[in-house]
């Protein structure tokens, strides 16, 4: 039985079968194990979750071997929090040691492979970086000569795309919290408002509604539309005529949602209707190509195709979308040519955006599940007319 989308963390079992899938997919490319070192892929085994991670001092190292439970590596003074984990062998050291920040612990468990001649799985590719000193990671393979380092991006990253139900679940949840903030936005917000006291106010209705943090919010407003949609929020008060629009990444229980919506201040012009037209659109376009087997390309396509009514720029569009979970962006990315086959269970963002106007923009995002169906909604769906504040 599956836990209730309220409920915290995850039963053994969870890992255990992570766990067990990335050790048939290791047998297969002959991998002795995996050397993990960033927060997303150590809480994955694990269910590690600290915010002690913000911190850049203290490296964090999991090794996922061939059989058995995975082994920590940790500073001691993470050793209380993972010992509640499902792990047995955590190993510590005092942190934090610039002269031997866990090097040498790392070379006593990978020794014996090293001395075989194993292959050792890291992340080497897109998306990933070595959370460790360059200078550490010289010495560790310098003490450990026979090792063969491969490339475990595509194994991790595989096992990350596709969810099992318990994640689902904790993801369904966390968009109907920023599902029930959107529909609060028009009773917090008003012409006159400076635009970063809608962001506060966004933020504190967030968490009102059972989100454990707001870690990314982001937007813009101008009138008839926005011309960038990463600047952080200025003290311009809000006027008749201006496009809003909010992004957000809510947190719960270690998992994100990540959508957007847009509003209009008194009165919207006919530009920004006809661009919320399309983008809504095009939206309906990527519900129904998001199906089990299509590609990533096929995706992009679709959306494009209805894009392509008001604005043709093609490539410079970037990808319309991207994995969700315990990152706010992971794998895969809708971006033409990506071959990524859609599988059952990926949690996805279908994210058109188009340029009109003088150089003003429009972007719309909603979460799916993929289903042999089509994707099926996480977010609660945008109203199909641009809505005016």
Same mark, same amino acid.
């Given at each position: 039985?599956?836990? $209730?989308?309220?409920?915290?963390?995850?039963?053994?079992?969870?890992?255990?079968?992570?766990?067990?899938?990335?050790?048939?997919?290791?047998?297969?490319?002959?991998?002795?194990?995996?050397?993990?070192?960033?927060?997303?892929?150590?809480? %994955?085994?694990?269910?590690?979750?600290?915010?002690? *991670?913000?911190?850049?001092?203290?490296? *964090?190292?999991?090794?996922?071997?061939?059989?058995?439970?995975?082994?920590?590596?940790?500073?001691?003074?993470?050793?209380?929090?993972?010992?509640?984990?499902?792990?047995? $062998?955590?190993?510590?050291?005092?942190?934090?040691?610039?002269?031997?920040?866990?090097?040498?612990?790392?070379?006593?468990?990978?020794?014996?492979?090293?001395?075989?001649?194993?292959?050792?799985?890291?992340?080497?590719?897109?998306?990933?970086?070595?959370? +460790?000193?360059?200078?550490?990671?010289?010495?560790? @393979?310098?003490?450990?000569?026979?090792?063969?380092?491969?490339?475990?991006?595509?194994?991790?990253?595989?096992?990350?795309?596709?969810?099992?139900?318990?994640?689902?679940?904790?993801?369904?949840?966390?968009?109907?919290?920023?599902?029930?903030?959107?529909?609060? /936005?028009? %009773?917090?917000?008003?012409?006159?408002?400076?635009?970063?006291?809608?962001?506060?106010?966004?933020?504190?209705?967030?968490?009102?509604?059972?989100?454990?943090?707001?870690? %990314?919010?982001?937007?813009?407003?101008?009138?008839?539309?926005?011309?960038?949609?990463?600047?952080?929020?200025?003290?311009?008060?809000?006027?008749?005529?201006? /496009?809003?629009?909010?992004?957000?990444?809510?947190?719960? $229980?270690?998992?994100?949602?990540?959508?957007?919506?847009? *509003?209009?201040?008194?009165?919207?012009?006919?530009?920004?209707?006809?661009?919320?037209?399309?983008? *809504?659109?095009?939206?309906?376009?990527?519900?129904?190509?998001?199906?089990?087997?299509?590609?990533?390309?096929?995706?992009?396509?679709?959306?494009?195709?209805?894009?392509?009514?008001?604005? $043709?720029?093609?490539?410079? @569009?970037?990808?319309?979308?991207?994995?969700?979970?315990?990152?706010?962006?992971?794998?895969?990315?809708?971006?033409?040519?990506?071959?990524? /086959?859609?599988?059952?269970?990926?949690?996805?963002?279908?994210?058109?955006?188009?340029?009109?106007?003088?150089?003003? +923009?429009?972007?719309?995002?909603?979460?799916?599940? /993929?289903?042999?169906?089509?994707?099926?909604?996480?977010?609660?769906?945008?109203?199909?007319?641009?809505?005016?504040?």
């Amino acid at each position: 039985m599956q836990p $209730d989308a309220g409920s915290r963390g995850f039963p053994e079992a969870e890992f255990a079968a992570r766990t067990a899938r990335a050790q048939a997919w290791m047998a297969e490319q002959g991998l002795a194990g995996l050397l993990l070192m960033t927060e997303a892929e150590v809480r %994955y085994f694990t269910g590690f979750q600290t915010l002690f *991670w913000q911190s850049p001092t203290r490296p *964090w190292f999991l090794f996922v071997p061939a059989e058995g439970k995975p082994v920590a590596v940790i500073p001691e003074i993470g050793a209380a929090l993972m010992r509640q984990t499902w792990l047995e $062998d955590v190993r510590t050291w005092a942190a934090p040691a610039p002269e031997d920040d866990g090097i040498s612990l790392l070379i006593g468990l990978l020794d014996p492979l090293a001395r075989s001649g194993a292959r050792l799985g890291v992340l080497k590719g897109h998306e990933t970086a070595l959370r +460790m000193p360059l200078a550490d990671w010289e010495r560790l @393979i310098a003490a450990l000569a026979g090792l063969e380092i491969a490339d475990a991006t595509g194994l991790v990253q595989g096992l990350r795309m596709v969810k099992s139900a318990a994640e689902i679940e904790k993801i369904a949840h966390i968009c109907a919290i920023g599902s029930a903030t959107f529909a609060r /936005v028009p %009773y917090m917000v008003s012409e006159g408002q400076p635009l970063e006291e809608v962001f506060r106010a966004f933020r504190r209705e967030a968490l009102a509604q059972g989100a454990d943090d707001v870690p %990314y919010l982001v937007g813009g407003a101008d009138r008839g539309g926005y011309v960038d949609c990463i600047s952080p929020p200025s003290r311009r008060p809000l006027a008749r005529g201006d /496009v809003l629009m909010l992004d957000t990444g809510c947190v719960r $229980d270690g998992y994100f949602c990540d959508f957007d919506r847009n *509003w209009a201040i008194g009165a919207a012009d006919d530009r920004a209707r006809r661009a919320y037209d399309v983008l *809504w659109r095009a939206t309906e376009a990527g519900l129904a190509a998001a199906r089990t087997g299509n590609s990533c390309h096929e995706l992009f396509a679709a959306m494009s195709s209805v894009i392509s009514e008001l604005d $043709d720029s093609g490539g410079d @569009i970037g990808r319309l979308g991207h994995g969700l979970g315990m990152q706010l962006t992971e794998q895969p990315s809708h971006m033409a040519g990506v071959e990524t /086959v859609l599988q059952d269970n990926m949690v996805l963002t279908l994210e058109p955006s188009l340029s009109y106007g003088d150089g003003l +923009m429009m972007v719309h995002e909603e979460n799916i599940v /993929v289903t042999p169906q089509g994707g099926r909604l996480l977010t609660t769906r945008a109203a199909p007319d641009l809505p005016v504040i």
